[in-house]
């Protein structure tokens, strides 16, 4: 009874597939677009959340503008985010309609502070005429199936960051920040950042109460995943963050605290990339005839790429505590998010 059900459901699917066309870049380039829709909306709460925090705690301890004053510390903090970052509608996406959820009741996915997810997502191959090809023994179409990505869930909405920096207050009212992490997490894992920071104290040459500093901060975040994608050929996958930053800031000293205000204009591109060829050959899909499966088939070369970029002010207020050598200096903004930062260092003066 089965045989004679299957038979015509299989002779009716080689008819109608036959003398279908496919353009298997077309294929591919769809793949591409919706991939990176998808990604996009997944990771965008690491870029905003990392182009907050980054011009933060840049302000340099210094006893005395006329002396050299060096100075090392560590920098902690985190830009807290939104609850509402935590996830995403996937029906938001600018995807095509190839393009689907295993289970479209649940189309709230989570972003990659979000929680956990058990959904995938489809992409559906299609004929030059938007037909999707029907696989009668496996009971559905072909299609290219993606685990849908599940969040790092740690009871806050938040992107943290750390970094050493080194800094250096010169007699001529001019400081120079330095920031730099050579972190290297195992053989395939690679994470590391670099920053620079330029500020001025005009005021300085005239022995004003209070200090006008005008800066300057770059600093730039690269993550690298080596074979990041399991079960494919060599791949990379690379996360860049770069973020610039002019900030204007009014302190003056009150004995061992030195409070400040101050005003960013923050410009932060992002990206992603994955490096690699994927091969999508759907050898398992028995019930399509062997030489639509042959058309069905494409490879797609470095399928995600994507940037995003972000322009915004923030203001905020923070303090220098000094003792002896000893300083701390906590910073906190207000704007796109609310981002806190505290630093512990030492310093001295020739």
Do not use: C
């Not at 750390?162 to 001019?174: E, F, K, N």
């Not at 074979?227 to 860049?240: G, H, S, T």
């Not at 701390?328 to 020739?350: P, R």
């Amino acid at each position: 009874m089965i045989r004679k059900i299957v038979l015509p459901i299989l002779l009716w699917s080689v008819a109608t597939t036959s003398e279908a066309q496919f353009n298997n870049e077309r294929i591919a380039n769809e793949f591409k677009q919706n991939l990176n829709s998808y990604l996009e909306a997944y990771l965008r709460p690491a870029f905003d959340g990392t182009a907050n925090i980054s011009p933060l705690l840049w302000n340099l301890p210094y006893e005395n503008s006329n002396s050299y004053n060096f100075s090392i510390n560590l920098n902690t903090g985190a830009s807290f985010l939104p609850i509402t970052m935590a996830n995403f509608d996937f029906f938001s996406l600018d995807r095509t309609q190839n393009f689907e959820l295993k289970n479209p009741g649940n189309n709230i996915l989570p972003t990659i502070v979000g929680g956990e997810t058990d959904n995938e997502i489809y992409f559906y191959v299609t004929d030059n005429n938007g037909n999707r090809v029907f696989d009668p023994i496996r009971g559905h179409h072909v299609r290219a199936e993606i685990p849908a990505n599940d969040g790092f869930d740690i009871g806050v909405t938040l992107i943290p960051t750390a970094a050493v920096q080194l800094g250096a207050w010169l007699p001529v009212h001019t400081g120079i920040g330095l920031r730099y992490i050579p972190t290297i997490i195992g053989d395939d894992i690679q994470f590391g950042s670099f920053g620079f920071s330029l500020q001025h104290n005009p005021l300085g040459w005239f022995d004003l109460p209070i200090d006008v500093i005008v800066g300057y901060s770059f600093n730039q975040l690269t993550f690298v995943g080596k074979n990041f994608v399991e079960d494919a050929n060599p791949n990379q996958f690379i996360l860049e963050s770069r973020t610039n930053a002019i900030d204007l800031t009014i302190t003056k000293r009150f004995s061992f605290v030195k409070p400040y205000i101050q005003l960013n204009y923050i410009n932060n591109v992002s990206s992603a990339d994955l490096k690699g060829t994927f091969n999508y050959t759907f050898s398992d899909y028995l019930g399509v005839p062997a030489g639509v499966l042959q058309n069905l088939r494409f490879s797609v070369t470095d399928p995600v790429s994507f940037s995003r970029s972000n322009q915004f002010f923030n203001a905020g207020v923070g303090a220098l505590l000094t003792w002896k050598s000893f300083f701390m200096n906590t910073h906190l903004m207000f704007g796109k998010f609310q981002n806190v930062a505290v630093s512990l260092g030492y310093q001295t003066s020739i």
